[in-house]
């Protein structure tokens, strides 16, 4: 079987099928899509039950320690809007080379989890405008999932592609660089001067962890992340720079006001957490 992260990098081992830590076989299908870090198929367990499987496709001892904590915070999380754990395990497998030949055999760690049907990405580019019955009790949803994770860390890397929409739910997944609340949880991988977050949706504090005086990423980071996504499915564009209330005429004006607040630059002017985001989205949609 033949897993490729990007073309250049194509690793392969012996048959269609993992068996995970479980002892459950999974048959590998389709590929379903790639990240930084890994490669995510479709996979089929005995029962004929569909899952998607994501193979860790670094091999250095800090990736394998990342994609760890990721497991075991997925482990922990049960919440419709947040994308579920099923199984783990790993594989050896051989790294194709340039000139033909194989690497030796390294240790690829995966997990099993639900399958969705695609990233928010995708969706929202096959899709025209998005009614507000579809995207208020989305935005509910995952303010309910950011409030679940908050219990045990920060998410960090908040993006539409981490964002995945199955049937008619959109849930929160790849946790690959969570960050625990409780320290003696966080293996502490993050180098000096490495920045936290997705290039475009990162928050002003991610940007530059010194602006504010100290190394400041916190839940807020990740309620600033939420609120881009919000304003990208409002506006249908990307919603880089300053934005006023005007860029919310013709959209929902209760939560475009809901979505200023979480891009405020100073964190201090944010809701605190997803707690605090989720009272104010139910403000701005129920109790309006
Ligand atoms: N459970 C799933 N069901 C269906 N598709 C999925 C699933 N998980 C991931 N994908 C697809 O694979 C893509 C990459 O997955 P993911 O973001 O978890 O990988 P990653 O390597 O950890 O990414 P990153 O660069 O953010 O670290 C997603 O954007 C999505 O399109």
């Known amino acids: 079987m033949e897993l490729y992260l990007k073309e250049n990098r194509v690793f392969f081992f012996e048959g269609e099928e993992v068996v995970a ?54 482990k922990r999380l049960h919440h419709p809007h947040i994308i579920k754990y099923i199984d783990d395990g790993f594989i050896q497998l051989k790294q194709l080379k340039k000139n033909g030949r194989s690497s030796q ?21 096959q899709a025209s405008k998005i009614p507000y019955d579809i995207y208020a009790p989305q935005f509910r949803g ?3 999932a950011l409030t679940e994770i908050h219990q045990f860390a920060i998410h960090r890397d908040i993006k539409p592609e981490n964002i995945l929409v199955k049937g008619e739910t959109w ?18 991988i993050t180098g000096e001067n490495e920045k936290i977050g997705p290039v475009f949706w990162i928050s002003p504090e991610a940007v530059n962890k ?43 004006e209760f939560i475009g006001s809901v979505i200023l607040k979480t891009l405020a630059n100073d964190y201090t002017k944010r809701p605190e957490n997803g707690k605090e985001l989720l009272e104010l989205i139910n403000d701005a949609t129920i109790n309006r």
């Open 105 to 125: 055999e390294q240790q690829a760690l995966f997990v099993i989890m639900e399958k969705a049907d695609l990233n928010l990405k995708d969706f929202l580019s």
């Open 21 to 74: 830590n479980s002892g459950h076989s999974y048959e590998i299908s389709d590929r379903l899509g790639a990240g930084g870090n890994g490669v995510v198929y479709e996979c089929i367990d005995q029962n004929g039950l569909l899952y998607a499987i994501k193979f860790l496709l670094h091999f250095t001892e800090k990736s394998k320690k990342r994609f760890r904590q990721e497991i075991s915070l997925m």
């Open 210 to 252: 010194y602006y504010f005086g100290t190394n400041n990423i916190g839940a807020y980071s990740d309620v600033y992340q939420l609120g881009m996504i919000f304003a990208f499915v409002l506006m249908k564009r990307f919603p880089g720079g300053i934005l006023s209330e005007n860029d919310f005429i013709g959209t929902d």
């Open 142 to 144: 995952l303010c309910e």
């Open 171 to 188: 849930v929160l997944s790849d946790f690959g660089l969570c960050e625990f609340v409780n320290a003696d949880e966080h293996c502490d």
